[in-house]
T-cell receptor
Framework: QQPVQSPQAVILREGEDAVINCSSS?????VHWYRQKHGEAPVFLMI?????EQKGHEKISASFNEKKQQSSLYLTASQLSYSGTYFC????????????FGKGTKLSVKP | DTAVSQTPKYLVTQMGNDKSIKCEQN?????MYWYKQDSKKFLKIMFS???????INETVPNRFSPKSPDKAHLNLHINSLELGDSAVYFC????????????FGEGSRLTVL
């Protein structure tokens, strides 16, 4: 079951904040976040395994509400280098080794 | 050293042909994957191999066949190519167990004419 990401696209000015949401209709074991720049491979940002646990990456952090089957990615004080497409990937509770990605959120940071 | 390497990076071919994409990882990981990314950037899992055994086989046409000669390699063979097969194919690997960090290769862009 593919997770749903929102918004589909975001345009920011440098220094602004953004939130990207990811939700699933299934019980989740974990949520993963990846960033893909144009013409490149996706790059791992973080994994969230426990409900409410936040793990940070530079100025990018995330939360995982296990009960609501939702995760949010927080980008604070955005930099030009944050531009790219962000994918959440979900691993369902009953399955093993099956990471399903959402359709992605395109983030553009302007000077 | 490149952790996950794919060859070729670009492949242009005619409909009906058969082609292969090779993938090698030097991370010592037990699980390797193939993902397809279409023109809308949707990343869809196709296969995964764990210790040379197929553990995921999504609903892909049987024209696609993964072949793993050893745990460091997972090649993708495609028979009778169709226009809709045009996409970027990513190989990835992760350590064993539940899905951990995926290390992606640079991708192989397949164009079917």
């Amino acid at each position: 079951q593919q997770p749903v990401q929102s918004p589909q696209a975001v345009i920011l000015r440098e220094g602004e904040d953004a939130v990207i949401n990811c939700s699933s209709s299934k019980a989740l074991y974990s949520v993963h976040w990846y960033r893909q720049k144009h013409g490149e491979a996706p790059v791992f940002l973080m994994i969230l395994l426990k409900g409410g646990e936040q793990k940070g990456h530079e100025k990018i952090s995330a939360s995982f509400n296990e009960k609501k089957q939702q995760s949010s990615l927080y980008l604070t004080a955005s930099q030009l280098s944050y531009s790219g497409t962000y994918f959440c990937g979900t691993e369902e509770g009953g399955s093993q080794g099956n990471l399903i990605f959402g359709k992605g959120t395109k983030l553009s940071v302007k000077p | 050293d490149t952790a996950v390497s794919q060859t070729p990076k670009y492949l242009v071919t005619q409909m009906g042909n058969d082609k292969s994409i090779k993938c090698e990882q030097n991370l010592g990981h037990d699980t390797m994957y193939w993902y397809k990314q279409d023109s809308k950037k949707f990343l869809k899992i196709m296969f995964s191999y764990n210790n040379k055994e197929l553990i995921i086989n999504e609903t892909v046409p049987n024209r696609f066949s993964p072949k793993s000669p050893d745990k460091a390699h997972l090649n993708l063979h495609i028979n009778s190519l169709e226009l809709g097969d045009s996409a970027v194919y990513f190989c990835a690997s992760s350590a064993s167990g539940r899905v951990g960090e995926l290390f992606f290769g640079e991708g192989s862009r397949l164009t079917v004419l």
